[in-house]
């Protein structure tokens, strides 16, 4: 198409930019580097008049608590409706700009090229899953508002190009997805919910899964909805036994029919196998009442099993509500939809077939078909239940007095107290011996139960009503059991006779030792007394008499009821909180990371864009995860302006990938709002466009390779999968490999095993496996190596540098340097020309320190060395309380490049941590938690004390250290007004009760959460 611009600057980006606005629409323009990208965003600036965002330029000046030149640059170009976008931004600053951009104030972006999910992702909807390239935008998804989720319908799903590695991220419920390195997760960190890029997630953060699959579209299914190709004499109601009994099906039966393309065939009768006879019984009750045949036969095996009959439209029925053959089972999309009671019988049926009791642990169900496991996860998160899925090996396992060989299959387990007890009250068995197991294990977790309780009938059971912690309360227990006794032996007691039986008064002063009162009743009788209480039991008192303490049964059994006596309502539980309770939050359940680890680059992955609307937190549900809809620029645009398509490398200036100009591209156009997208590339002259035009618009995009043909990856895999027992033996090696995408590209496999062979040998080497029995097995050491996720090669030189600790007079800048000359660390601040010896210098200096010895400068290491020692001095500088400032103009180091470091250096402090205790360096521990601590604060050692202090961040405490106050009992001293005057009320006061000093009551904090809503 032409497209005439009028030339205004003689620049063709600022032309392109200008003419962006005057249309009323939005642009990003691409260029190369952060520099670049602020330079062209000021250029673009100076054009602009009768523009003025102050509220967004202040709020970004303001991000840091001293503006860096940077923050300064930023502000002044907002303040126009422009901007720039790259890793150097603080997050604070990055946020403002996209939500600025989504609500059309800024018009230009300049960024550095962007995220998204991988093609295997699939997005949560309904009681559904659809894989992110079929999603539809009729179908509404799930969306976070606050801590609840709602329905709702996305603007587009962008396919975009990629060349980059992915993220992999799997929790221990059995959630698992794969990203694009930015984009960003909401996480839990110290009890706040964070966004953060997936590549800096870490292993012991939590991360925000789905707790609740609450749904609108509520139905019960008709006939028609199964029985399509055959006729049915009379008509049936979906009924709570009706969903029982195919829950029952889809465990230990057969439909007698199998589906193929869509088709039905008809093979057999419909059967079901089992010896228990609850389950028969209610078979035999459907059957009845549909009209069918049954009979009772045994297997070839000797298994007693039901036959049933062999209608046609019976078999239909069975075979489109999910009663498949075997791996093909699953629960047909009509019955995911129905209502909660039917929902339940229907899980109840699954349970009582193929589900256990694991009476020290948890509730289990195993099935060898996978969908229907998932599936099933579904339903019970409909039910607030969280469960964990894991898939089992093959195997034996003994069925009705039999041993069988099974197959691989999937276990799903509910192991959280809540959600056991959930499933006890609303699931459940009707099987007897299982209900009796679940009984037990309820039972062990009532030691956790604070009460339970009747709205209705208005009364709280107390689990320690009899007992106590203390001799003193124990002693007390034992007298509200008399007392409870007496009034149900002899009836109405007064006061000073039941007293007096007792030798000691029925009730104490302190209302919350006398949860006895429950049970009781107290009435004034004017004609026997006007001063004296009359006490007696009441209703439920009565009950508990009679049933519990007249038997000599234990209050607990009481426990184990799901409705109340005396209303037949349900009892509401309210347990003592635990140390995983607070990771239910609303509809989000906080689960554990199991695994974090880097994946190959996908071709093509995708971006879902949601639209802006306030109950959109612009967080989805996908592959059971509640994660970000965007990450960096990943915003759309009328126009995507790419100045640059060429790249600084070491070797000059090289031509981008055909795959990241594909993508910047991709950016171009909104569907909602534009007819059509513009991408546009700058070029000097005629040859260079045709060049362009050649190389990227009609250029195939490049193929990708494995990474496992990289060095650290294959070392770092193999010490993962050997520490994992995923293999073990060389032909398990292999064998592994050899299906991999590394082995398909490359296909020399003699070349494979020779590099193979030479990582295991190094792993060897370093003592991080073993071989014996001819079988690899991780060391102590190796396992905790993979469990960190660090190059191999990374510990080994931590514990080469370890032994030379104890020789040298250590200080923080030894322990920096040594975790920046890392591969890990990369990028490392370029030393330039003009810093050689200056850098030369302070490393004669703080020679007798470093344990990480310098390398001779003819070897090829040296550069990098000096690009680690400069970086270790700029986090020096920070633990020495330099600001983002300082670092910017001695360092060219932005904020959001800062951050970046300390957190990886944080992360390879730890793993030295933890290699330096296994390898008992136990006198370094303490300097390496300071380091930390230090670094976490960018704070000098002399005000660690102050900094463990809650709401006290550097500067702070460096006012308070000014003043005198030094440590925990300096600010015990201090007197309330100094405090206030350096630190403002609110914390001076809240600082003085950390410290035990009682400055105001506070109101009692609230009882704790009831699980049961």
Request: charged share 30%.
């Amino acid at each position: 198409m032409d497209l005439k611009v009028e030339e205004k600057s003689g620049a063709p980006v600022i032309d392109l930019a200008l003419d962006t606005i005057s249309k009323n629409k939005q642009a990003l323009v691409f260029v190369n580097t952060k520099r670049s990208a602020e330079k062209s965003a000021e250029e673009i600036s100076k054009k602009i008049k009768n523009v003025n965002l102050t509220d967004i330029s202040e709020k970004a000046k303001k991000a840091l608590s001293r503006p860096t030149k940077q923050c300064e640059r930023l502000a002044k170009c907002l303040k126009a409706g422009i901007a720039f976008h790259h890793a150097g931004l603080h997050s604070k600053q990055k946020e403002l700009i996209e939500a600025g951009f989504r609500e059309g104030r800024i018009k230009i972006i300049c960024c550095t090229p962007t995220l998204c999910v991988s093609k295997d992702t699939k997005i949560w909807h309904g009681a559904s899953e659809t894989l992110v390239s079929d999603f539809k935008k009729s179908n509404p998804l799930y969306v976070l508002s606050g801590d609840k989720l709602a329905s709702l319908k996305l603007q587009k799903i962008e396919k975009i190009h990629n060349s980059s590695k992915l993220i992999h991220i799997s929790s221990v419920s059995g959630h698992s997805i794969k990203i694009t390195p930015n984009h960003k997760m909401l996480i839990k960190k110290k009890n706040k919910k964070v966004l953060i890029k997936a590549e800096n997630i870490k292993k012991s953060d939590k991360i925000a899964t789905i707790g609740n699959l609450s749904t609108d579209n509520v139905s019960i299914p008709a006939n028609s909805c199964f029985i399509r190709d055959n006729e049915i004499k009379n008509s049936f109601k979906f009924t709570p036994d009706l969903s029982y009994f195919i829950g029952l099906l889809l465990g230990d039966g057969y439909s007698g029919a199998e589906t193929n393309s869509g088709k039905i065939k008809y093979k057999g009768s419909p059967s079901i196998v089992g010896i228990d006879a609850e389950v028969f019984s209610h078979v035999k009750k459907i059957c009845r009442q549909l009209e069918l045949n049954c009979r009772k036969t045994k297997t070839f095996h000797g298994t007693p099993q039901l036959v049933l009959g062999k209608n046609n439209w019976f078999r239909e029925f069975l075979v489109r509500c999910g009663v498949e053959h075997r791996d093909k089972k699953h629960i047909s999309e009509n019955l995911m939809m129905m209502d909660l009671k039917n929902i339940s019988s229907l899980l109840r049926g699954l349970f009582d077939t193929d589900g256990y009791v694991n009476k020290q642990k948890n509730v289990g169900f195993s099935n060898i078909s996978e969908k229907l496991v998932k599936q099933m996860q579904k339903l019970l998160l409909r039910i607030r239940i969280v469960s964990s899925i894991r898939k089992r090996k093959a195997g034996v396992m003994k069925i009705y007095e039999k041993e069988y060989k099974t197959k691989p299959h999937f276990e799903l387990l509910i192991t959280q107290k809540k959600s056991i007890l959930d499933f006890y009250r609303f699931v459940g068995f009707n099987i007897q011996r299982k209900q009796d197991d679940l009984i037990d294990l309820v039972a062990k977790l009532c030691a956790n139960l604070n009460y339970v309780s009747c709205g209705k009938c208005n009364y709280k059971i107390y689990a320690d009503l009899f007992s106590g912690r203390t001799k003193a309360h124990k002693n007390w227990g034992k007298t509200k059991l008399q007392v409870i006794k007496l009034l149900g032996k002899k009836g109405e007691l007064g006061s000073r006779k039941l007293n007096k039986l007792l030798e000691q008064n029925a009730g104490k002063s302190e209302r919350r030792l006398n949860h006895h009162y429950e049970l009781i009743k107290k009435r004034r009788i004017g004609n026997r007394s006007n001063t004296e209480l009359f006490w007696s039991l009441n209703p439920i008192g009565k009950w508990v008499f009679d049933n519990i303490l007249s038997k000599n049964r234990r209050i607990t059994d009481f426990f184990r009821l799901r409705k109340c006596p005396l209303c037949q309502n349900n009892i509401d539980w309210l347990l003592k909180r635990g140390w995983r309770d607070s990771d239910f939050e609303g509809d989000i359940f906080w689960d554990k990371i199991r695994e974090i680890r880097e994946v190959d680059a996908e071709k093509f992955v995708y971006d879902v864009v949601l639209p802006n609307k306030p109950e959109n937190d612009h967080l989805f549900v996908a592959d059971g995860f509640i994660i970000h809809n965007s990450a960096g620029v990943d915003l759309p645009a009328f126009r995507a302006i790419i100045r640059d398509v060429t790249r600084f490398t070491n070797r000059g200036m090289q031509p981008i990938p055909v795959l990241e100009y594909l993508q910047m591209a991709g950016r171009a156009g909104r569907p909602s709002f534009d007819r059509h997208g513009e991408a546009i590339v700058t070029t000097g002259s005629d040859a260079e466009k045709n060049s362009v035009y050649e190389k990227f618009v009609l250029g195939e995009p490049e193929d990708i390779f494995s990474k496992l043909a990289v060095e650290p990856v294959l070392r770092t895999y193999l010490l993962s999968l050997i520490s994992t027992r995923v293999i073990q033996s060389k032909e398990e090696i292999y064998d592994f490999f050899g299906r991999t995408f590394w082995a398909y590209q490359f296909k020399d496999m003699d070349k494979l095993m020779k590099n193979i062979n030479k990582m295991l040998k190094l792993l060897e080497k370093w003592t991080f496996i073993q071989f014996l029995d001819n079988k690899y097995k991780a060391t102590l050491l190796g396992r905790r190596i993979a469990e960190l996720y660090i190059d191999p090669l990374t510990a080994n030189h931590f514990l080469e540098c370890l032994q030379r600790a104890k020789e040298v007079k250590l200080k923080p800048l030894s322990l920096l340097l040594l975790v920046c000359n890392t591969l890990e660390m990369w990028p490392l601040l370029r030393v330039k020309v003009k810093e050689y010896d200056l850098i030369q210098e302070a490393i004669a200096k703080q020679e007798t320190h470093m344990i990480d010895k310098e390398p001779n400068m003819f070897e090829p290491e040296y550069d990098s060395y000096l690009n680690a020692f400069k970086t270790a001095l700029m986090l020096d500088d920070w633990i020495k309380e330099n600001d983002d400032v300082y670092l910017l103009e001695h360092y060219d180091v932005r904020p959001g490049e800062t951050r970046a470091k300390l957190e990886r250096a944080n992360w390879l402090l730890y793993a030295l941590y933890e290699i330096a205790r296994i390898d008992q360096q136990q006198w370094l521990l303490k300097d390496i938690t300071k380091l930390r601590f230090r670094l976490k604060h960018g704070a000098k050692e002399e005000l660690i004390p102050l900094l463990r202090l809650k709401n006290v961040g550097r500067m702070r405490a460096r006012k308070m250290f000014k003043n005198g106050i030094k440590d925990l009992g300096a600010v015990r001293k201090a007197k309330l007004e100094v405090l206030e005057g350096l630190l403002g009320k609110k914390i001076a006061q809240d600082i003085k009760e950390q410290v035990g000093e009682k400055i105001e009551s506070k109101s009692d904090r609230g009882q704790l959460n009831n699980f049961v809503q």
